[in-house]
């Protein structure tokens, strides 16, 4: 982040602009939580609308992969909705864990297609498989190994399990930015603050840009999290992804082991 940004988010912390030769001052992003959680609180709405406005949105997607690191372990609640080959799914509210590295997630579908469905990935037990125990009828058969490729487990998602995070769905976000960059950038809106306190942006890629998986997104940011916990990703075709994170937080342990199902 900038030295400017880093003024107004830390009053006082930063008396002279940093050189590569002093020693670096920690981004907000990579702040414990909680104290971020007191910075945020000294600040007012309008010092918040400033620091996000004078934010360019790689930097602010940046931040979030910092704070997801920095969280470790986390666990959420997400509403999913996707368009898997042309057609838009229902959506599905899911219990997730991850752990951010090495990578493992943990989700439980509570409502929506599949509900019910408990699935494991472990990269250090199997990089390219995981478990899956389904709900009701199916589940008699007992948990089942499968490919992270399979048609099986991509049938409701343009994703493998393990890209299932903050850091992977912003990487999404980042390669389109990267590649609009060629035919003049993408164009920035500013929303402002929704009801439930997060700082939205919506930007649109830019005439005559091709290959691009997102055309148009729409980000919000939780600030005391410094994550985007909702993210909309269209392609040329409309809406193409929908996820909607909250209940956020850090977890010390979480069981990703394949017999937990």
């Known amino acids: 982040m900038t030295p400017v940004l880093l003024a107004v988010l830390m009053p006082g912390l930063l008396m002279s602009t940093p050189t590569p030769a002093s020693s670096p001052v920690p981004s907000f992003a990579r702040l414990p939580l909680e104290q971020r959680r007191a910075e945020i609180k000294e600040l007012t709405r309008e010092r918040l609308v400033e620091l996000f406005v004078m934010t360019p949105v790689a930097e602010l997607l940046d931040a979030g992969k910092a704070a997801a690191a920095q969280m470790g372990t986390y666990e959420a609640r997400v509403v999913k909705r996707e368009r898997v080959s042309g057609k838009l799914m229902k959506p599905q509210t899911i219990h997730l864990t991850v752990r951010q590295s090495p990578r493992a997630v943990r989700l439980e579908i509570l409502d929506g297609p599949a509900k019910g469905r408990k699935v ?142």
Request: aromatic share 10%; hydrophobic share 40%.
């Open 120 to 261: 494991v990935y472990d990269s250090t037990v199997k990089k390219n498989e995981l478990r899956v125990r389904e709900a009701g009828v199916l589940g008699l058969a007992g948990p089942m190994w499968l490919d992270i490729h399979s048609e099986l487990t991509r049938s409701d998602s343009n994703h493998p399990i393990n890209d299932f995070a903050f850091t992977s769905i912003i990487g999404v976000l980042e390669d389109s930015f990267k590649k609009g960059e060629a035919f003049g950038g993408f164009t920035r809106k500013d929303e402002g603050f929704d009801a439930a306190g997060r700082y939205c942006i919506s930007v649109n890629a830019p005439p005559g840009a091709e290959h691009l998986y997102a055309t148009r997104a729409r980000i919000c940011m939780d600030p005391v999290l410094a994550l985007p916990v909702i993210m909309e990703i269209d392609d040329k075709h409309g809406p193409l992804e929908r996820f909607d994170f909250s209940n956020v937080k850090p977890v010390a342990q979480a069981d990703f082991s394949p017999s937990s199902l």
